[in-house]
């Protein structure tokens, strides 16, 4: 962790905008804490936490707990992979 | 291969139309998001900043209040968790930080810089501060000078009011708020007469 | 509220991750240590419960100064660090 830190401007995408936003909605409609959100982040396997970008960790925390808490299902969430 | 692990733009498809069928997000909801939180960016912070150094009964507000002093000159806050203040003196440099995720005050300063994301710069922040800001950001807080690191770690966000650079007497708002930039805030950067 | 503005703390040496799967607001480096509290922020609700979507009582939270020199031996001792932690993890040294 003692790399030099790469200060240089990176902009978001627009993935990163829409998990952004989807974060802040769930939150404004009691679905989701950033506390959640943070939980699921530091639950991702180390390997993988490495691997994602810093989204690609806010949505798989976020479909985890939304897994969870039943907002969705396993199965809703699987057809709706399988469609798209 | 667990479901969570698909990748990420598919999960975020897949979670969206989900949501949009449970009519708890819409797309046009998103979207409205998005306006919103992009039009969140130093600029306002910099607009509160420019304030205390010329205003010093707003200066006292900022200070005791960030909330309420952002929320007078106008800038969104509601929904969004506590602002502190912390003000740099002759005597203390502030330098913020969140070791634990990635706190940063977004109301006044918008999405946090990707550094400020970063492992490295978390980790150095707090185990060696004097060195990353000289090594990083040429940033030199002299021996004379306290340095104070504020880890983010609960439910306030920190914002820095820097001190006011020499060579800016007279200067009004609108020409002050220009010169100060987002890491200034965040204290890695201290303003300087442009 | 225990604690009042200058009041000297001790955050618990406690590691409930080596228990299972918990969300913990007070860093690491500073479990063990001591520091002083420079002030009162107010009541938020416990977020080791609320990570887990448990109903999460609003529980005192403070700002506490640490000197450097406290936490690591080869710190500029004169310098600080100022955190936000929980009164449940505090105690009186």
């Known amino acids: ?84 | 291969m667990s479901i969570l692990e698909t990748d990420g733009s598919r999960l975020l498809a897949a979670v969206a139309v989900l949501l949009d069928r449970k009519g708890l997000v819409s797309d046009e909801a998103i979207r409205e998001r998005i306006a919103l939180t992009d039009a969140a960016e130093p600029a306002q912070g910099a607009r509160m900043v420019a304030r205390a150094w010329t205003d010093p009964d707003f200066r006292a507000a900022m200070l005791a209040d960030g909330t309420q002093a952002a929320e007078s000159l106008g800038i969104m806050m509601r929904g969004m968790p506590p602002l502190g203040v912390l003000e740099n003196t002759a005597a203390v440099h502030h330098l913020v930080v969140c070791t634990l995720c990635s706190c940063y005050p977004r109301a006044v300063l918008g999405y946090p810089p990707f550094w400020y994301k970063s492992a490295s710069f978390r980790a150095r922040a707090v185990r060696n501060p004097r060195e990353l800001l000289a090594s990083e950001w040429k940033t030199i807080v002299p021996a004379s000078v306290k340095l104070r690191v504020v880890d983010s770690t609960a439910d306030y966000r920190w914002m820095v009011l820097p001190l006011r650079p020499a060579g800016t007497d007279g200067w009004d708002e609108a020409r002050l708020a220009a010169i100060v930039r987002e890491g200034d805030m965040i204290g890695v950067t201290c303003p300087v007469a442009a | 509220m225990m604690f009042a503005a200058g009041d000297t703390v001790r955050v618990k040496d406690e590691w409930p991750e080596a228990a299972g799967p918990v969300h913990i607001r007070t860093p690491h480096y500073v479990r063990g240590v001591t520091g002083q509290i420079v002030r009162f922020l107010g009541d938020f609700p416990n977020p080791e419960d609320l990570a887990f979507a448990r109903p999460a009582e609003k529980k005192p939270l403070y700002h506490v100064c640490f000197r450097t020199g406290a936490i690591w031996p080869d710190a500029n001792p004169d310098d600080d660090v100022t955190i936000e932690i929980f009164e449940h993890w505090l105690e009186r040294p």
């Not at chain 1, 200060?7 to 950033?34: E, I, M």
């Not at chain 1, 798989?60 to 057809?79: F, K, P, W, Y």
């Open chain 1, 1 to 84: 962790m003692c790399e030099p830190v790469d200060t240089n401007p990176h902009g978001l995408n627009d993935f990163d905008r829409r998990v952004d936003a989807v974060r802040q909605l769930l939150a404004a409609k009691k679905l989701l804490s950033v506390d959640e959100l943070r939980r699921g982040i530091e639950a991702i396997p180390q390997a993988e936490y490495h691997r994602l970008s810093y989204y690609e960790r806010w949505i798989r925390s976020i479909a985890d707990n939304l897994l969870r808490t039943g907002v969705i299902t396993e199965q809703e969430l699987q057809s709706a992979l399988d469609e798209t």
